[in-house]
Structures are given as C-alpha cells and as structure tokens.
C-alpha cells in the first residue's frame, strides 16, 4: 500500500481542482453554471461564534447538497432545506467529495448547463 505525504496529498488535490475548473470553463464558453445531475451530499464544517481564532469557538458540521458549480465565481452551488443555497469553496471539500465531483464533471460528465441570461 502506497500512503502519500501531505504535499503529495496537496498536488493531488490542486490537480483535481484544476481539471475541474477547466473543464468546466471549457464546456460554459457562453455563460451558464454547470449543474450536476444528481446532486453530491457533501459535509462542511463551520462555525456557530463570531470569533476569529481558529482554535477557539464552537464548529458544527453541515449536510448540503452540492448541485452545481457557479461559472463566474468558481464557486461550489449548494443547497439545504434548512438555510437554502450556499456557496462553498472547494478547498471545504475532503478528498474523497472532490474525488467524485472530479469523477461526475470530468470523467462522465453527468451535469447538464444551466444558461443565465
């Protein structure tokens, strides 16, 4: 078994990244945000203080729905019944979530583009 370092954890996931961002850029030349097919369920952590240190404070993880990926932000499209859509980051993805989102938009390109006007 093969165990990667932290940089080559950290290559690894730039790469994905990047093959996303490309792809999707390349497919919504003319505008629109890429929508998935079936939605990802993804899990953030966030914090329920106003503190700004880091070590301090009180986190929560949160169940969303990743649905898309806005193509003017670069932003990930997420949603919850409780508090609607949401705009993530894909660094608030864990390897395994930015794996498969690399797989559907990438590799089978299961989404569809929804055109903004």
């Known amino acids: 078994m093969n165990i990667l370092t932290s940089s080559e954890l950290s290559v690894l996931r730039d790469n994905l990244h990047r093959e996303i961002v490309r792809s999707t ?10 929508i998935l097919n079936k939605p990802m369920t993804i899990i953030v952590t966030y914090r ?10 009180e986190y929560r993880l949160k169940v969303l729905n990743l649905v898309g990926i806005d193509t003017v932000t670069g932003e990930l499209i997420c949603y919850d019944q409780e508090d609607g859509y ?6 608030n ?18 989404y569809k583009i929804n055109q903004t006007v």
């Open 93 to 110: 993805l864990s390897l395994e979530e930015l794996t498969k989102l690399y797989t559907e938009v990438v590799v089978s390109k299961n």
């Open 86 to 91: 949401h705009f993530i980051h894909y660094i």
């Open 48 to 57: 329920i203080d106003n503190q700004f240190d880091a070590f301090h404070g």
């Open 25 to 34: 850029v390349i497919t919504t030349l003319d505008g629109g945000d890429l």
